[in-house]
């Protein structure tokens, strides 16, 4: 038996997720997020053994709580660990200033790291395992007002990269899944979806499951959904004035899509 927990399994790329690992053979799975009844809709849904931990990530008793639940209902065993939950409000500094940027360290990044300090021992205990983090591949290439989300991912690559080399030795694999606009309830892509030009951009949150699976049981470093987005990550280093260039230009702004949060006003998260 392997137990998996997914965060952010209430909708989009959490979501798919936990669907594609319950088609595993002999799985549970540990479904995390803020909606309760979502959860356990899913859970219901699932044809394997599911449980659910309605948790707000940014709590601060938030990783001992998914610890404790999963001593108390999977014997405190852990294979993989997907941190997956995240959300994206825009706006340029000088609008959001450092509130902003706060806001997405405290959920992309901050949360990423103290849940797997709290769940790292489980981890290490039931090695060969591993850890998945998705990140995005605004965390390799930063666009005009989307500056605070690009910041929290590109901390959670580099936090991801050492760890990877840190873990290895101890049997706990750390994958890194960079998706590219995904469709999902926190991030609809309207804008480009809404375009015939743009539409064929716009990915399918169970292509990331994929690749998520194939970056935790699959044991692959590193995965861009869809791949070739890996070339803006690469124009990035070898083409730095261009791409600049490029992204500091009017055609450009139409890649920044508005997300749940900025519709929700600043006191949601999506
Ligand atoms: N979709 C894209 O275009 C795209 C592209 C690159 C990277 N990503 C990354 O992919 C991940 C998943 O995003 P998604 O597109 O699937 O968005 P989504 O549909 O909005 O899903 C986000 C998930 O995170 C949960 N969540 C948000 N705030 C939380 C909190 N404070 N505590 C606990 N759970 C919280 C949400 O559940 P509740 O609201 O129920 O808490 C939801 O299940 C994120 O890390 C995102 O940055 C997405």
């Known amino acids: 038996m392997s137990v998996a927990l997914v965060t952010g399994a209430s909708t989009g790329i959490g979501e798919a997720t936990a669907i594609r690992l319950a088609r595993e053979p002999a799985t549970e799975l540990v479904l995390v997020a803020r909606?309760?009844?979502?959860?356990?809709?899913?859970?219901?849904?699932?044809?394997?053994?599911?449980?659910?931990?309605?948790?707000?990530?940014?709590?601060?008793?938030?990783?001992?709580?998914?610890?404790?639940?999963?001593?108390?209902?999977?014997a405190g065993r852990l294979d993989l660990l997907v941190n997956n939950a995240g959300a994206a409000w825009r706006g340029s500094f000088a609008e959001g200033g450092y509130a902003n940027v706060q806001r997405h360290m405290e959920l992309n990044f901050d949360a990423v790291v103290r849940?797997?300090?709290?769940?790292?021992?489980?981890?290490?205990?039931?090695?060969?395992?591993?850890?998945?983090?998705?990140?995005?591949?605004?965390?390799?290439?930063?666009?005009?007002?989307?500056?605070?989300?690009?910041?929290?991912?590109?901390?959670?690559i580099g936090w991801s990269d050492s760890l990877y080399a840190e873990e290895a030795p101890h049997g706990v694999h750390v994958g890194l899944v960079l998706p590219g606009f995904v469709r999902t309830e926190g991030f609809p892509a309207t804008e480009l979806r809404e375009k015939a030009l743009t539409r064929w951009i716009v990915s399918k949150p169970a292509t990331v499951a994929e690749a998520i699976h194939e970056c935790g049981p699959g044991r692959k470093p590193e995965?861009?959904?869809?791949?070739?987005?890996?070339?803006?990550?690469?124009?990035?280093?070898?083409f730095p004035s261009l791409t600049r260039r490029i992204l500091s230009g009017g055609a450009a702004s139409s890649l920044t899509t508005s997300t749940r949060g900025d519709q929700a006003g600043s006191s949601d998260t999506g």
């Open 35 to 74: 909606r309760g009844e979502k959860l356990r809709e899913l859970a219901d849904s699932l044809p394997c053994r599911a449980t659910c931990v309605a948790a707000d990530l940014t709590d601060a008793d938030a990783p001992a709580r998914i610890r404790r639940h999963l001593e108390d209902e999977h």
């Open 115 to 156: 849940l797997t300090e709290a769940l790292l021992p489980l981890l290490r205990k039931a090695a060969p395992s591993a850890i998945v983090n998705v990140a995005s591949t605004a965390g390799r290439v930063s666009r005009a007002r989307t500056g605070a989300y690009s910041a929290s991912k590109f901390a959670l």
């Open 223 to 238: 995965r861009y959904v869809p791949r070739p987005y890996a070339l803006a990550a690469h124009a990035r280093i070898l």
